[in-house]
Nanobody
Framework: QVRLKESGGGLVQAGGSLTLACTVN????????MAWFRQAPGKEREFVVW????????YYADPVKDRFTVSRDSREPKFYLQMTDLKPEDTAVYYC???????????????????WGQGTQVTVSS
């Protein structure tokens, strides 16, 4: 069983920063790979970043590359998404996702993920 819970969303001005957290409750065997997605009103769910359970390998979507950083807490199963230089187009509900597949294929596809959090709203004002 895997449960994911996002936190840290809010309202921020353009150019500002925000850090999201994803707390993972995981009571089964095997590793997971993690990702962040986002969904703006009226749009498809969009891939943001994929990261291995150890945090050692990351893959960012082009729109957020060099502005967003994903990391893993060294002491507990918690992942962070540090967002800087935020733009109004970053406004969306941000979701944490996990999948049992350790493959690096299809990491940008929402249907490839087995578990989802409830999402946290990020609003960037201009």
């Amino acid at each position: 069983q895997v449960r994911l819970k996002e936190s840290g969303g809010g309202l921020v001005q353009a150019g500002g920063s925000l850090t999201l957290a994803c707390t993972v409750n995981y009571d089964a065997d095997g590793l997971l790979n993690m990702a962040w997605f986002r969904q703006a009103p009226g749009k498809e769910r969009e891939f943001v970043v994929w990261v291995t359970w150890s945090g050692g390998t990351r893959y960012y979507a082009d729109p957020v590359k060099d502005r967003f950083t994903v990391s893993r807490d060294s002491r507990e199963p918690k992942f962070y998404l540090q967002m800087t230089d935020l733009k109004p187009e970053d406004t969306a509900v941000y979701y944490c996702a996990a999948r049992r597949s350790l493959s690096g294929n299809g990491v940008h596809i929402p249907s490839e993920y087995d578990y989802w959090g409830q999402g946290t709203q990020v609003t960037v004002s201009s």
